[in-house]
């Protein structure tokens, strides 16, 4: 069982340069999440999805785009890459249940841009 | 809005001393509490949870965590710590049992030393 997949694990990108992060989950999970983390500040969302087809923001969607065409992929779209992307990108997804409820986390993808 | 705070950015500690790494929260409606901890080059792993009953919770390494309504808090606690230890943990909220949308802190680097 794989759980999270996330390609690639690093990039180097140029200012200016588009790109994007694959994620795929193969526990049949509704939700997934794209989050971001930056030393000393933490995991931020990005944006997350409850299904396919259904998208929303979090916290810090500037500069982002995401889709859900299947249940198994979310990936995250860079269109304009800046300096202030320059962080470490984590995937994740869940099912929603209750009391086993649990997000797993994709290995990241570690993004420098220059 | 819900927020988590980390007092604590790093905790050093000798092997085989005991350790709490502190976590607080706010958050307006009923809150769901997680520790996460993130090995070097790793993605996250959940650790333990509180959803609801027992305010204390255990995982199955030795740390437990126990839920103080009055407080606000949330603290992380192992009695003897190993080598192994050495990681990040990061303490994260939720306003939905079923829905992980984590808000987290912004992490505790613990490091263990012989």
């Known amino acids: 069982n794989a759980g999270v997949t996330q390609t690639p694990k690093f990039r180097i990108l140029k200012i200016g340069q588009s790109m994007t992060l694959q994620c795929a989950q193969d526990m049949n999970h509704n939700y997934m999440y794209w989050y971001r983390q930056d030393p000393g500040m933490g995991l931020k969302l990005i944006y997350y999805?409850?299904?396919?087809?259904?998208?929303d923001k979090g916290e810090v969607p500037n500069g982002y785009n995401v889709s859900r065409s299947t249940t198994e992929d979310f990936p995250l779209r860079l269109e304009l890459a800046a300096p202030s992307q320059t962080s470490v990108y984590f995937c994740a997804s869940s099912y929603p249940g209750t009391a086993n409820t649990e997000a797993f986390f994709g290995q990241g993808t570690r993004l420098t841009v220059v | 809005a819900q927020s988590v705070t980390q007092l604590d950015s790093q905790v050093p500690v000798f092997e085989e001393a005991p350790v709490e790494l502190r976590c607080n929260y706010s958050s307006s409606v009923s809150v769901y509490l997680f520790w996460y901890v993130q090995y070097p080059n790793q993605g996250l792993q959940l650790l333990l949870k509180y959803l609801s009953g027992s305010t204390l919770v255990e995982s199955i390494n030795g740390f437990e965590a126990e839920f103080n309504k009055s407080q606000t808090s949330f603290h992380l606690r192992k009695p003897s710590v190993h080598i192994s230890d050495t990681a990040e943990y990061f303490c994260?909220?939720?306003?939905?049992?079923?829905?992980?949308?984590?808000?987290f802190g912004t992490g505790t680097r613990l490091l263990v030393s012989p």
């Open positions: 999805s409850v299904g396919a087809g259904i998208t």
């Open positions: 994260a909220v939720s306003d939905h049992q079923g829905f992980q949308k984590l808000v």
